[in-house]
């Protein structure tokens, strides 16, 4: 997805080696944390959640991590999809239902279950909002309620694929859909409209980000237009306004992907909810 964060899936979209994991996300496999942490502090590993997925029939699919000069590449925060790759559960066309996992060996997070879908067409990992994702802190027993927090998953799931078909029966006019984008288009940048120094979103930034790029997406359905819009605010498909020492006055140029994982599972999560609050 960007060469700036680890981002990987094969090319066929199966299950990825632990090898693969490894060169993707070494971070995965830590059996250490942070010396700041204090002896209180109990990691819940990445690399022992793995099996206890696998136990319930999901493989992994994709794995992340942000490259970070602060924090270590053992102890950075990282994220693995994990699917049933042979038992296609809840698929419904070009859309696979899928769980993300979030941690981090660093004490910056906890453990983290998310629902989520992964479309083919576009290769658009959708992590779902407000109501689909679980947590639990690092400590002692944490295995044990990790795999309840994982059951809650995986019964949310056939929940979040009726959202979707929600989202495709509703028809959005040229004004909502609109709407959507500038709202969707605030979760990672502000409009421009002073002097100061940064990025900010101009009018070509929302009409970039419902841009259709290709035939499949000729559609005004509020899942495909949530799908348009997604694709364009992580991996940068639009325009938007930069101002820097250089540039005092602004120079427009290419907006550049999401280069951390904690904030693209975020605005991920915020652009489902602008979606099911637009579509409502």
């Not at 990825?16 to 059996?31: D, G, K, N, Y």
Request: hydrophobic share 40%.
């Amino acid at each position: 997805m960007s060469k700036h964060v680890i981002f990987s899936r094969n090319a066929n979209n199966t299950a990825l080696t632990t090898e693969r994991i490894q060169q993707l996300s070494p971070a995965v496999f830590a059996t250490t944390k942070h010396d700041r942490l204090t002896d209180r502090y109990v990691a819940l590993h990445t690399s022992d959640l793995i099996p206890v997925m696998q136990d319930y029939g999901y493989a992994p699919v994709q794995a992340a991590q942000k490259r970070s000069r602060k924090v270590s590449a053992e102890h950075s925060a990282h994220m693995i999809a994990f699917a049933r790759t042979i038992d296609t559960d809840f698929a419904q066309g070009d859309v696979r239902p899928e769980i993300i996992l979030y941690n981090s060996h660093d004490g910056s997070s906890s453990v983290k279950l998310f629902a989520g879908a992964f479309r083919f067409i576009c290769s658009n990992g959708i992590v779902a909002g407000d109501g689909f994702q679980n947590r639990m802190y690092h400590n002692t027993s944490a295995l044990s309620g990790f795999e309840d927090m994982l059951r809650n998953t995986v019964a949310n799931l056939p929940a979040m694929m009726e959202r979707i078909n929600l989202l495709k029966s509703v028809q959005l006019s040229s004004a909502t859909a609109y709407e959507m984008a500038k709202r969707s288009v605030a979760t990672r940048w502000d409009m421009f409209d002073a002097q100061t120094k940064g990025v900010y979103a101009i009018d070509k930034t929302i009409t970039d980000v419902l841009a259709i790029n290709r035939n499949e997406d000729d559609h005004m359905d509020a899942f495909t237009v949530f799908n348009r819009i997604q694709e364009s605010v992580i991996r940068g498909k639009a325009f938007v306004k930069s101002l820097t020492e250089a540039t005092p006055y602004g120079s427009i140029r290419k907006a550049r992907p999401i280069n951390s994982v904690k904030e693209n599972i975020r605005i991920n999560g915020e652009l489902w909810n602008i979606a099911e609050e637009m579509a409502a």
